[in-house]
């Protein structure tokens, strides 16, 4: 039994029964494993929740195509925060609250910038800057980690609305006007 097995046998509980519904003994049974085994592994359910955000670089890879072939660099950029809400998004509002909720008791690195979106996401909005696609010309850095504190907010309130509400909307109309985003490039009703 592989610690991947375990955690992907927990995902698929947490997903049908809700993360409080799920007990160790019942990702234990599910595995057919103990909790010997389980420990061995892992240290506490709380850290299998902590996996599921793991991937970033790799759910972005998945879409590299789709950046690459994005019409300009602003869209490229809301790829990758795209990216990051559709696979909260399938992960659900319960299981993000939760990492939220461990995290809030001890701080698990889950929401620290990961190092590779946030250097392509810099480079990025100095193309798009350069461009004209985004006006305000604030430094790159500063811009970007308003951005993804904003989108942070924007989850927070997703997980305490049980979802809802459309989040990627929220957080494309907060984007443009934090990087006050050329009007053409808009989504509809968000021009000027």
Request: with cysteine.
């Amino acid at each position: 039994m592989t610690r991947e097995k375990i955690i992907n046998t927990a995902f698929q509980l947490f997903i049908s029964k809700g993360y409080d519904k799920v007990t160790v003994n019942d990702i234990c049974r599910s595995c057919d494993i103990t909790k010997t085994t389980f420990y061995y592994h892992l240290s506490s359910k709380d850290e299998l929740i902590s996996r599921f955000y793991d991937p970033i670089t790799q759910l972005l890879a998945g879409r590299l195509l789709d950046v690459i072939n994005a019409s300009n660099y602003w869209e490229q950029l809301m790829i990758c925060f795209e990216t990051l809400i559709h696979n909260s998004e399938r992960i659900g509002p319960d299981l993000n609250g939760q990492l939220l909720i461990i995290n809030i008791k001890d701080d698990k690195g889950t929401y620290d910038f990961n190092e590779d979106l946030t250097k392509m996401a810099i480079a990025l909005i100095k193309k798009a800057q350069e461009a004209g696609q985004v006006r305000n010309q604030s430094p790159a850095e500063q811009l970007y980690r308003a951005s993804a504190y904003a989108f942070t907010g924007y989850e927070t309130m997703w997980c305490i609305k049980k979802g809802g509400f459309d989040r990627l909307k929220h957080v494309r109309l907060a984007m443009e006007n934090i990087y006050d985003v050329d009007p053409s490039l808009r989504i509809n009703g968000s021009k000027d």
